[in-house]
Each structure stands twice: as structure tokens, then as C-alpha cells.
């Protein structure tokens, strides 16, 4: 796994790319659970892949509950493989920073 900061993707990157058949990772965010890019699409839209750490496995529950809402009220799952999620790209402030804000 990649340390923070240090611009090396972790090993599933690749992997997970390739499984879900999008490309040119951009590095948004690292957290104790998770590394986060901004990929696209073969369509051209862009998309989140979350690359689950150890730490942020219980993450997965919570995905499996937001596919199950297929997008009301939550941003849409488009993928789930082994500890690599992809969601739908929604442009705006991260959920933490909105909290944060109040």
C-alpha cells in the first residue's frame, strides 16, 4: 500500500481498473480507509474508485446498502470487486468536508 503523500498508487489500482474497464486514475484523496481517484469511463463520465484499505473493509456494507438503493439518496454503486468500489462522480465538496463545515 502506498503511504500518504508519497504518489505511488497502491497494487489493487491496476487490478481494479482494469476490472471495471475505466482508465486514467487521478490520485483525490488518501484516508486511513481508503485511496480515492477520479477515473472515466468508457463513456466518457467520470467515476469514483475507492481502493479499500485494511482499516476500511467495513466500508463494504456500506456500499452493498447504497447499490441496494440504486441512487435514491445516495450516489449510485456502478461497481463492487473485492476491496475496490466505483460510484457515480458527483461534483461538489467531499461528504467530510461538508460535515466538517457544519
Not at 1 to 18: E, I, N, W
Not at 68 to 87: P, V
Amino acid at each position: 500500500m502506498a503511504a500518504a503523500g508519497s504518489g505511488v498508487a497502491p497494487d489493487g489500482l491496476v487490478r481494479a481498473c482494469a476490472a471495471f474497464g475505466v482508465c486514467d486514475p487521478v490520485p483525490v484523496a488518501i484516508t486511513p480507509t481508503s485511496h480515492v481517484y477520479k477515473v472515466w469511463q468508457a463513456d466518457g463520465d467520470a467515476a469514483a474508485l475507492k481502493l479499500l484499505t485494511e482499516a476500511g473493509h467495513e466500508e463494504l456494507a456500506g456500499a452493498r446498502f447504497m447499490e441496494w438503493r440504486g441512487g435514491r439518496g445516495t450516489a449510485r454503486i456502478l461497481g463492487l470487486s473485492g476491496d475496490a468500489i466505483l460510484i457515480e462522480w458527483l461534483d461538489g465538496p467531499s461528504l467530510g468536508d461538508t460535515m466538517r463545515a457544519g
